[in-house]
């Protein structure tokens, strides 16, 4: 029992500290704890609005449980003799490196520049804390579900964000690594006219 206490309790320094260096990081780069209205919500699901990747979730929350389950995935082929709980640690600890570097101003004017993010101005702090968290539930998710259950949950969440608002994880790493007109075009046309 004592053997088994001091892991569960390792397991939950470390993830208490990839939140924390995570969260203090971005504090550092200048993102808000809040985002820029400094208002707490638990979901915005208008991708336009400025409140976008702002509040506990959105519609790319699904892209950052995808996140999870391709971890496991990762963490399952390279690294099968870790204990899942270790798997679990290294697969948070990269989806907080994702969220430090989706948040540098690389990534943020690369974002403005190829895909429909025109006004993206990065995540508030409590957003990349959810998504953190929501990577961590596709990784649980996966270790507990059948292979084909993955699957057809990774296909429902990228079918149905791109029906409902245009964009999706795949989009969105086409967009970044290789701009193709005729998406950007497809995605903008459900954009809402501005505002008069």
């Known amino acids: 029992m004592g053997v088994h206490f001091r892991q569960n309790t390792w397991i939950i320094i470390a993830v208490i500290a990839i939140l924390a260096v995570t969260a203090a990081v971005e504090l550092w780069m200048g993102r808000l704890p809040l985002g820029p209205d400094g ?11 400025s409140e976008q990747s702002q509040r506990f979730a ?50 943020i004017n690369r974002y403005r520049e190829t895909t429909i993010a025109l006004g993206y101005v990065g995540d508030s702090v409590f957003n990349s804390l959810s998504d953190i968290f ?35 994880l795949t989009l969105n790493i086409i967009m970044l690594v290789h701009p193709v007109d005729a998406i950007k075009a497809w995605q903008t046309a459900g954009c809402p006219p501005p505002k008069s």
């Not at 208002?39 to 609005?49: A, D, H, P």
């Not at 990762?74 to 270790?86: M, N, T």
């Open 39 to 49: 208002r707490f919500g638990l979901w915005e699901g208008n991708i336009w609005s």
């Open 58 to 107: 959105d519609p790319y929350t699904f892209s950052h449980v995808i996140h999870g389950m391709l971890f496991y995935a990762f963490l399952w082929l390279v690294a099968p003799q870790l204990p899942v709980r270790h798997r679990l640690v290294c697969a948070l600890a990269l989806e907080g490196a994702w969220e430090l570097l989706e948040n540098s101003p690389l990534i």
């Open 134 to 168: 929501f990577a961590g539930l596709g990784f649980l998710f996966t270790w507990r579900a059948r292979i084909w259950l993955t699957i057809a949950a990774i296909v429902a969440m990228e079918i149905g964000t791109a029906l409902t608002v245009r964009d999706n």
